[in-house]
């Protein structure tokens, strides 16, 4: 069994900031990556950030520049810190853990409105 735990999400203001986190814990022997997804009504859902074990990051086009993926490896937890925000970053956020097989989150809303 592996479990995600996702927090952080909410309203925000365009320009403001939020910081997500996902806490893996359950059967892992070995992490590959951790990451989040997003998905916005009526749209498919996309890569935001992943990270490898090893600490290489790779980046959807859209948030370059304005977020940051990091981890703690010891607590097997992946952040997203998401500043600039713009309207278009509304969408449902989902943590993603690759161990050889992809597990998601329950997702959590984030919200950029006025």
């Known amino acids: 069994q592996v479990q995600l735990v996702e927090s952080g999400g909410g309203l925000v203001q365009p320009g403001g900031s939020l910081r997500l986190s996902c806490a893996a814990s359950g059967s892992i022997f070995s992490i590959y990556a951790m990451g989040w997804y997003r998905q916005a009504p009526g749209k498919q859902r996309e890569l935001v950030a992943d990270?490898?074990?090893?600490?290489?990051?790779t980046y959807g086009d859209s948030v370059k520049g304005r977020f940051t993926i990091s981890t703690d490896n010891a607590k097997n937890t992946v952040y997203l810190q998401m500043n600039s925000l713009k309207p278009e970053d509304t969408a449902v956020y989902y943590c993603s853990l690759w161990i050889g097989a992809r597990y998601w989150g329950q997702g959590t809303q984030v919200t950029v409105s006025s």
């Open positions: 990270i490898t074990k090893s600490g290489t990051p």
